[in-house]
């Protein structure tokens, strides 16, 4: 039996969500499970190419207005022309329940939302949001997070299912050879490298990290920071890192493929977000045996290896987290991998059960 899931999102880039779609995606039994792409954006993004090699079909439509009659529309005759898609996973944050109900509507029989962050800034898109949020559980047949603290602030109080963020936990395994090889390569041996992996969104909160940064520097001036990541805000943080004179000690990278291999050169991971549900780079960096300083609004659930967090308020003052930062330096890297298998981010073992949830649908649904 070859099952074919759509999954709606915006566009299939090197972002959180994505990168745990695409973890699934290599790892399930494509023979029985084939993944499929609904995108509201019309270039070609990071993960398209590799998304075809892997049989997966990519489809583009207009951008989401969650009010447009004319987008609902176009949205249905989708659905109608392409009846073969009996399970629609949607990965749309709080406007979800647009897409879950002209399937609905549309007579798709399982329609799946996906909770991946555990809040937002409120402001009048927030406002927007929240309507459209308390409407998913009506048109969704089933309700995922990515963990428990992301349920339930979009389910409130709805049953979902927890479904991790998985990894491929033996790529990120720290070696003190390859980190060698690495530092040495990129010219950092002799310097203090503190990481960030992230999009330059607003959630990221990285005016607040360049301000951390700049108190390491008072007391390692040859300290580097490394952001990798691509987004809308990235132009604001860089003329922020020339007002403030830090602009010859950070490294831009833009969006990279081997962020396994990056995270073997850094020091420390500096991750004040704003708000987050459960981020694969916390997963990654704890899989690389990377000290981390982090955020309370980071969900607690992250944390697999409790010696390697720290974690610290965003009332502190940059001063603070300078201080936490250098001092999680000082922690020997390690092979975590026994842990973040155990606590379940092995990505193997987690497609298997994501595949047997879909044939499990299919079974429940009577859906030939």
Request: glycine residues 6%.
């Amino acid at each position: 039996m070859d099952i074919r899931v759509l999954h709606i999102v915006t566009y299939m880039g090197r972002g959180g969500l994505e990168t745990m779609l695409m973890n699934y995606y290599r790892h399930i039994d494509r023979n029985k499970v084939q993944f499929d792409f609904l995108v509201h954006r019309d270039f070609e993004a990071d993960y398209d190419a590799e998304i075809r090699e892997l049989g997966g079909k990519i489809y583009h439509i207009s951008r989401l207005i969650p009010w447009s009659h004319s987008y609902r529309e176009k949205l249905k005759h989708f659905f109608r022309e392409h009846s073969e898609y009996k399970i629609v996973h949607v990965h749309q944050d709080c406007l979800s329940s647009v897409a879950l109900q002209c399937a609905k509507e549309c007579g798709v029989p399982v329609r799946i939302a996906h909770s991946h962050t555990s809040s937002a800034v409120k402001d009048l898109k927030y406002l927007i949001k929240k309507y459209y949020m308390k409407k998913i559980p009506v048109y969704a047949t089933d309700l995922f997070a990515c963990g428990k603290q992301a349920g339930n602030w979009m389910f409130r109080g709805n049953d979902f299912r927890v479904i991790p963020n998985g990894i491929c936990v033996q790529d990120y395994i720290y070696s003190e050879k390859k980190r060698k090889k690495i530092r040495k390569e990129s010219d950092t041996e002799n310097n203090l490298v503190i990481g960030h992996v992230g999009n330059f969104t607003r959630a990221k909160n990285h005016e607040f990290l360049l301000r951390v940064f700049c108190e390491i520097l008072k007391k390692e001036s040859s300290a580097q920071l490394i952001l990798v990541g691509d987004g809308k805000f990235q132009e604001k943080i860089k003329k922020q890192a020339i007002q403030l004179g830090i602009q010859e000690n950070i490294f831009f990278t833009g969006t990279r493929s081997d962020v396994n291999e990056l995270m073997q050169t850094m020091d420390v991971f500096v991750f004040p977000s704003l708000y987050e549900g459960l981020p694969v780079t916390m997963i990654e960096a704890q899989a690389a045996g990377l000290p981390c300083v982090i955020s309370d609004y980071v969900s607690e659930e992250c944390i697999v290896t409790s010696d390697l967090i720290s974690v610290m308020k965003l009332s502190d003052s940059v001063e603070m987290w300078a201080e936490c930062a250098l001092q999680k330096v000082k922690i020997d890297r390690r092979n975590t991998s026994e842990e973040i298998e155990k606590a379940g981010y092995d990505i193997k073992i987690a497609a298997k059960k994501l595949e047997q949830i879909y044939l499990e649908k299919y079974d429940k649904y009577g859906v030939k």
